[in-house]
């Protein structure tokens, strides 16, 4: 699966994400650093990314666009944890939701 990270997560995601057998970029790697939400979120569609983001708007997108896609894995309550702890509840989640990330889905992890 594809994944674009948001800006309010680690680059250092990435490494775990590729070593699960995916593949994943930072938002900070496309030039899209101080985007909008909407121009992040249609980048993603365009490109076939699912969200990975501590940012809840972005599920409120999906919403508004009656869950075209592309989805979301939000990770709340997670700015004040050290980014290992972000890498494990993204790389243990993931396997139990990948056929709903397909589906234009939010996932949360928490």
Do not use: Q, Y
């Amino acid at each position: 699966m594809r994944f674009l990270l948001d800006a309010n997560l680690p680059p250092k995601l990435i490494a775990a994400l590729v070593a699960a057998g995916h593949v994943a970029r930072h938002v900070d790697e496309i030039g899209l650093l101080g985007a909008s939400d909407t121009t992040i979120f249609d980048r993603a569609a365009a490109d076939g990314e699912v969200r990975i983001t501590a940012d809840s708007d972005f599920s409120m997108l999906l919403a508004a666009r009656g869950g075209a896609g592309p989805s979301v894995v939000l990770l709340r309550h997670v700015a004040e944890l050290p980014w290992r702890e972000h890498e494990a509840l993204v790389v243990e989640n993931l396997p139990a939701v990948l056929t709903d990330l397909k589906e234009g889905s939010v996932v949360s992890c928490r």
